[in-house]
């Protein structure tokens, strides 16, 4: 089955204490992202990759790291967690970037609900 | 810098009524534009886009969408409400600069009563 899936689904944990959690991908997709939602804010992009050993930063970088060493995997670390990263955490991958007048739909994972205490 | 409006965080129908979820968007250039729903404890699911072509667009489980550039709007309608519906809703835009960066709205919860 065609998937994108996360782990862990859901994880509490403390202050500094550094965390990965881990997206991989079964449909060879080049493109794939990390997103964080929360209340009243609705999903906001943190880093996303391009293909293998090409990330770049999205709307809400700070406090996040990602590598994407391999074409399926794309985790995203958090290296000293805090409060304010408490939030529902989302992967997605899509085909490509797309070209212009070409837009490859992205496929989003299960989510990842994290609480830092 | 574009943005997304979604009109209501919370709209309740019930069983059988028209559907009708807002969303207003800005955008420099005429943008991808998408309806993603979200079940409870669960990922978000493509409902339907308009890239280009007709405005009016269908998607899954009898939702449509009319881009209206005029009124730079989306509004998503589904003709009669099931219990199934019940979830939350994401309207996003994207620009079209092939990096595919998703701009999402805050999102309308659907609560559908018997």
């Known amino acids: 089955e065609a998937q994108v899936t996360q782990n862990p689904r859901y994880l509490i944990t403390v202050t500094g204490k550094k965390l990965t959690v881990t997206c991989s991908q079964n449909?060879?997709?080049?493109?794939m992202s990390w997103y964080r939602q929360d209340p009243g804010l609705g999903l906001r992009q943190i880093y996303y990759?391009?293909?293998?050993?090409?990330?770049d930063k999205g709307d809400v970088p700070e406090g996040y790291k990602v590598s994407r060493k391999e074409k399926r995997n794309f985790p995203l670390i958090l290296e000293s967690p805090s409060p304010n990263q408490t939030s529902l955490y989302f992967c997605?991958?899509?085909?490509?970037?797309?070209?212009?007048?070409?837009?490859?739909?992205?496929?989003f994972g299960p989510g990842t609900r994290l609480t830092v205490l | 810098a574009q943005s997304v409006t979604q009109l209501g965080s919370h709209v309740s129908v019930s069983e059988g009524a028209l559907v009708l979820l807002r969303c207003n968007y800005s955008s420099s250039v005429p943008p991808y534009l998408f309806w993603y729903v979200q079940y409870p404890n669960q990922g978000l699911q493509l409902l339907l886009k308009y890239t280009t072509g007709a405005t009016l667009v269908k998607g899954i489980n009898g939702f449509e969408a009319e881009f209206k550039k005029s009124e730079t709007s989306f509004h998503l309608t589904k003709p009669s409400a099931h219990m199934s519906d019940a979830a939350e809703y994401f309207c996003a835009l994207d620009m079209d600069t092939g990096f595919q960066k998703l701009v999402f709205g805050t999102g309308t919860r659907l609560l559908v009563s018997p």
């Open positions: 449909m060879n997709h080049e493109y």
């Open positions: 990759s391009m293909n293998v050993e090409v990330t």
């Open positions: 997605a991958s899509s085909l490509s970037s797309g070209l212009a007048g070409s837009y490859n739909e992205q496929f």
